[in-house]
């Protein structure tokens, strides 16, 4: 079993549509990296975050260290969205362990 | 000022060939990251410098994969007599880290795609 579970796997949108991707893991964790990826592109941080919630824009993660979950929400989402998304949890001060990414299409 | 930059962005080579991958961190920073993503899964854990001292290399999958920092900035991953299963994005990242025990955010430079024929 990975230790870092995201689901869905794909995900395809209209624009305009509220989107959700979910992030589980399975050991304790000093922080938590949503990354964006496109293709042929390298790799962006969007947020890191270790309690709450953090607000960016049209995006806004969620974290519940209880629970060891975590979601991306993307409000009014827009073809420029379209990527890979992938969750990625610090288990010690400098390993990061990746989930294997989200496929998300917004349609116009 | 410039992120973290990779040489070169793709890389093509014939099975068994020798590449060398370059990783330029962000200046200053003390600690670089390198990555192996294969197609469709997420980026997995090769090796870790802090300075030119590589402190973890548990992730290198096999000896013919070395990595090195000598001046403890730009970073080298040599890839020896390469096989079609190395074929995949190999992904550096970079962070200001100074020796703390809390973990420090990794900025990722953009890759370099690399496909063993």
């Known amino acids: 079993k990975n230790e870092v579970e995201q689901s869905p796997q794909n995900l395809t949108a209209q624009e305009g549509e509220f989107i959700t991707i979910n992030c589980s893991y399975s050991?304790?964790?000093?922080?938590l990296h949503w990354l964006q990826q496109h293709p042929g592109g390298g790799i962006v941080s969007l947020f890191m975050?270790?309690?709450g919630k953090k607000k960016h824009g049209r995006l806004i993660a969620t974290i519940n260290i209880q629970e060891k979950h975590s979601s991306l929400h993307i409000t009014a989402s827009h073809p420029r969205d379209s990527a890979v998304y992938i969750c990625a949890v610090a288990s010690s001060n400098y390993k990061l362990t990746f989930g294997k990414g989200t496929l998300l299409t917004v349609n116009p | 000022g410039a992120g973290v930059s990779q040489s070169p962005r793709y890389k093509v080579a014939k099975r068994g060939q020798d590449v060398a991958l370059r990783c330029d961190p962000i200046s200053g920073h003390v600690s670089l990251f390198w990555y192996q993503q294969a197609l469709g899964q997420g980026p997995e854990f090769l090796t870790y410098f802090q300075n030119e001292a590589q402190l973890d290399k548990s992730g290198l999958p096999s000896d013919r994969f070395f990595a090195e920092r000598p001046e403890g900035s730009v970073s080298t991953l040599k890839i020896q007599r390469t096989q079609q299963e190395d074929s995949a994005v190999y992904l550096c990242a970079s962070s200001l880290a100074r020796g703390t025990s809390s973990y420090n955010e990794q900025f990722f430079g953009p890759g370099t795609r690399l496909t063993v024929l």
């Open positions: 975050l270790s309690s």
């Open positions: 050991v304790g964790i000093s922080a």
